[in-house]
């Protein structure tokens, strides 16, 4: 089992996507890593009419362990659960 700590602030990380990309570090439910980088800046993501997910979505307090942001790599929405984050840079 690891031992690295994991979890951060949906808030804080909520902040960081509105200003810039964001590098995103987290271990998936099959306890494999994954990096990924993401952003809510509006001039990443897919026009009004093309989003397949709202950015309103991102701040929704449905999921408070949960933040959905833009993959600036993979040109798509992706979800991500806090407690899972192992580093954010």
Do not use: C
């Amino acid at each position: 089992m690891s031992t690295e700590n994991v979890g951060y602030n949906r808030n804080t990380l909520l902040e960081m996507l509105k200003n810039r990309i964001v590098e995103v570090r987290f271990r998936k439910a099959t306890g494999e890593s994954r990096t990924l980088r993401g952003t809510l800046l509006e001039a990443y993501l897919p026009k009004q009419k093309e989003r397949s997910t709202p950015v309103d979505s991102a701040e929704s307090k449905q999921h408070d362990n949960v933040v959905t942001l833009w993959d600036v790599d993979e040109n798509g929405w992706r979800s991500v659960r806090t407690d899972r984050i192992t580093d954010v840079l």
